[in-house]
């Protein structure tokens, strides 16, 4: 078992390749692999990995499957943790005894297990060593499909190899310079399960505690993510708007988050202002002026 830390940027159609371009150009960057990838994510008929806030797949690269189990984890400063389980397998099909192994396996019935969506996408990798950190970057530009329909996926997820787990929001910030971003907390498990009809959405929950002001920021992401998953309008129930304000001052996006909360406030759904590039720099600002007060730096 292993655990994974990543940031995870949604990006509008025609944006992914002006983003690789930034990248690739960086100095502290190197061209790595660019692999078709194929993910076959299995469930019970009643979603029982899902209800477990777990997800399962099958991936083939080329020849080479990999069956991999993964927790829905916890939202860390921007970031996705969570722990993960992965095995090599010789093909297509689901290794159940691999799955008896992990904690999950005496949780579901496995003998119940089917597909339930596909998320199929090209992988272009992109390694960045900056001194501190080494971090992959994935650019993902595919679908997701399930029942006979498809929705798009672009994507470019940092992921912490080793070093500094920080440089993940300082690249996030720096890219969302560059091209509008949208920080999402939906994984694309959460995305081919909504698709399916098998999953609620984000709740308003999975913000975790909500007794701290800080919290306020959570809550913000998350459902500003539910918004998305939805095509629908961000709820701002709960949500301390001028401590918001206070924070994205701080980070020097104070007007910026001003005319963003003034349209969103006023019923315009989010897809509208995605491709805006304050929404990213927002997002990314408030979390980044968080983790410098907690750190009193």
């Known amino acids: 078992m292993a655990e994974e830390l990543e940031i995870k940027l949604s990006l509008e159609p025609g944006v992914l390749a002006q983003a690789r371009d930034w990248l690739l150009a960086q100095p502290e960057a190197e061209k790595g692999s660019r692999k078709s990838l194929v993910n076959c994510y299995y469930?019970?008929?009643?979603?029982?990995?899902?209800?477990?806030?777990?997800?399962?797949?099958?991936?083939?690269?080329?020849?080479?499957?990999?069956?991999?189990?993964?927790?829905?984890?916890?939202?860390?400063?921007?970031?996705?943790?969570?722990?993960?389980w992965e095995w090599p397998v010789p093909g297509p099909e689901l290794s159940l005894a691999l799955l008896a192994e992990t904690p999950l396996g005496d949780r579901i019935n496995l003998a119940l297990l089917a597909p339930v969506f596909e998320t199929n996408f090209t992988r272009q990798v992109?390694?960045?060593?900056?001194?501190?950190?080494?971090?992959?970057?994935?650019?993902?530009?595919?679908?997701?499909?399930?029942?006979?329909?498809?929705?798009?996926?672009?994507?470019?997820?940092?992921?912490?190899?080793?070093?500094?787990?920080?440089?993940?929001?300082?690249?996030?910030?720096?890219?969302?310079?560059?091209?509008?971003?949208?920080?999402?907390?939906?994984?694309?498990?959460?995305?081919?399960?909504?698709?399916?009809?098998?999953?609620?959405?984000?709740?308003?929950?999975?913000?975790?505690?909500?007794?701290?002001?800080?919290?306020?920021?959570?809550?913000?992401?998350?459902?500003?993510?539910?918004?998305?998953?939805?095509?629908?309008?961000?709820?701002?129930?709960?949500?301390?708007?001028?401590?918001?304000?206070?924070?994205?001052?701080?980070?020097?996006?104070g007007q910026a988050f001003r005319l963003l909360i003034k349209d969103l406030s006023a019923g315009q759904p989010l897809h509208r202002v995605l491709g805006r590039p304050e929404l990213g720099q927002c997002q990314l600002g408030l979390l980044a002026n968080r983790v410098r007060e907690s750190s009193g730096t």
Not at 178 to 205: I, R, W
Request: include cysteine; glycine fraction near 10%; hydrophobic fraction near 40%.
């Open 43 to 84: 469930d019970t008929p009643e979603a029982g990995l899902n209800q477990q806030q777990a997800a399962l797949r099958v991936r083939q690269a080329g020849n080479q499957y990999v069956q991999t189990l993964k927790t829905r984890g916890e939202f860390v400063d921007g970031a996705h943790k969570r722990e993960e």
């Open 126 to 253: 992109v390694m960045l060593n900056d001194g501190e950190a080494v971090i992959e970057c994935a650019l993902d530009d595919g679908v997701i499909a399930a029942d006979g329909q498809e929705k798009p996926l672009h994507e470019v997820e940092f992921e912490l190899v080793s070093g500094d787990a920080s440089r993940l929001l300082v690249w996030a910030e720096k890219l969302a310079r560059q091209c509008p971003v949208f920080l999402n907390l939906v994984s694309k498990a959460e995305q081919g399960y909504h698709l399916a009809g098998l999953h609620p959405g984000v709740t308003d929950e999975d913000a975790g505690g909500h007794d701290s002001a800080t919290d306020d920021v959570d809550r913000f992401l998350q459902q500003l993510s539910r918004a998305w998953l939805e095509q629908g309008r961000v709820s701002f129930t709960g949500l301390d708007i001028p401590v918001l304000e206070a924070g994205a001052e701080a980070c020097g996006q």
